[in-house]
């Protein structure tokens, strides 16, 4: 059974965890048109540093505390029966295999639309294949992402989610019977890179495991709290070591080590925003809409960043870098805005494309 501090302080961690992954998704400084590209063909060292910290260092901690969160509730309730597993497995298609064929069947819908009118077609012919010539393959492999991301690119991650749920009968004999070297032999094969399966992929495979075995062992997920101040300490250092180094071939460890202490201080954080309750109570809030975030913000932010651009056409480094620190905000608050209104009027509706969240 959770305790009622630990559900709370997973709740504080969803909707800052949700930023950043917006965060991650709005790294480029172009955008791609049907004509060609727009936007600064180079950057200033300061533009380039700042959004290396952001979006590649301090926010990529978001996708593993997922997996790990995800590994520790599935399992804390887990009955090793055939029964418990079918109805563990039951929940899990209706949170996650319905939000994942909603959201990319509306991507697919809004890039063929959007494709057909003369007047958007070149803001969504750049990169993307015309939908109006998928076959059936092509539009599974939309949904689903068979040998690519779904077209709602974000959707990897549940895809992977998905497929570790199927398998958790596997997950749950290997974190209970030699959780020793399937951990340390998954987190050797995701620092030193060659992991051959297209999903799940090693870092999904490896946080959920870690999470997995917490619950599975009955440990407090927060265990390394006692650690929290001095991995804040490291993890300030490589954040800026790591924004220094990316692109470089050493900068990838670099950046991997990062992700663990980051994670133990994002964990420990939750602890220190406990003491203020206005805080801890709009945080929680916030994070009802989490999902809904998620799902939505892209093509949103991508439509969003291809107007401005268009509209702009900016070339200065520093005007670029306030694109990137308010579009994303933008974005964000008008899903917010939007979503206690969606699910007053469409309860219903908004539960099942949210996967009941």
Not at 149 to 178: G, H, K
Not at 181 to 187: E, H, Q, R, T
Not at 267 to 277: Q, R, Y
Not at 304 to 333: E, N, R, T
Request: proline share 4%; net charge positive.
């Amino acid at each position: 059974m959770i305790s009622r501090e630990t559900s709370l302080r997973l709740d504080i961690l969803r909707f800052p965890l949700i930023v950043g992954v917006v965060f991650i998704h709005n790294y480029e400084v172009s955008v791609t048109f049907q004509g060609g590209q727009v936007g600064a063909l180079a950057i200033n060292d300061i533009v380039d540093f700042v959004r290396n910290l952001i979006s590649q260092g301090i926010a990529r901690v978001a996708v593993p505390l997922f997996f790990l969160m995800s590994g520790y509730l599935f399992f804390l309730k887990f009955e090793s029966t055939l029964a418990g597993y079918f109805r563990k497995l039951k929940t899990r298609l209706r949170t996650l295999l319905l939000p994942l064929v909603f959201w990319n069947l509306v991507m697919l819908a809004v890039i063929a639309l959007a494709q057909y009118i003369p007047q958007t077609s070149s803001f969504f012919s750049g990169r993307n294949a015309v939908v109006a010539q998928f076959n059936a393959f092509d539009v599974l492999d939309a949904i689903f992402g068979i040998d690519r991301a779904p077209i709602a690119y974000q959707f990897w991650f549940v895809r992977d989610l998905l497929v570790l749920v199927l398998f958790s009968p596997l997950v749950w004999l290997l974190c209970r019977f030699v959780w020793l070297p399937w951990l340390l032999g998954a987190a050797v094969w995701w620092f030193w890179g060659g992991w051959p399966l297209a999903f799940p992929a090693i870092d999904a495979l490896l946080f959920f495991s870690v999470g997995s075995w917490f619950a599975i062992s009955k440990r407090d997920v927060f265990f390394f709290d006692f650690v929290g101040p001095m991995c804040a300490a490291f993890y300030a250092l490589l954040c800026i070591a790591d924004a220094l180094l990316y692109g470089s071939s050493s900068g990838a460890y670099v950046h991997k080590v990062a992700i663990i202490f980051g994670m133990v201080t994002a964990l420990w954080l939750t602890g220190l925003v406990l003491h203020s309750e206005s805080l801890t109570a709009t945080l929680v809030r916030l994070g009802q809409a989490s999902f809904f975030v998620f799902a939505a913000h892209e093509p949103l932010l991508t439509i969003c960043k291809k107007l401005v651009f268009h509209i702009f056409q900016p070339q200065s480094s520093f005007f670029i870098l306030g694109i990137y620190f308010v579009l994303p905000v933008l974005v964000i608050a008008l899903i917010v805005f939007i979503y206690p209104r969606m699910r007053a009027l469409f309860p219903g509706f908004m539960s099942m494309i949210s996967g009941g969240r």
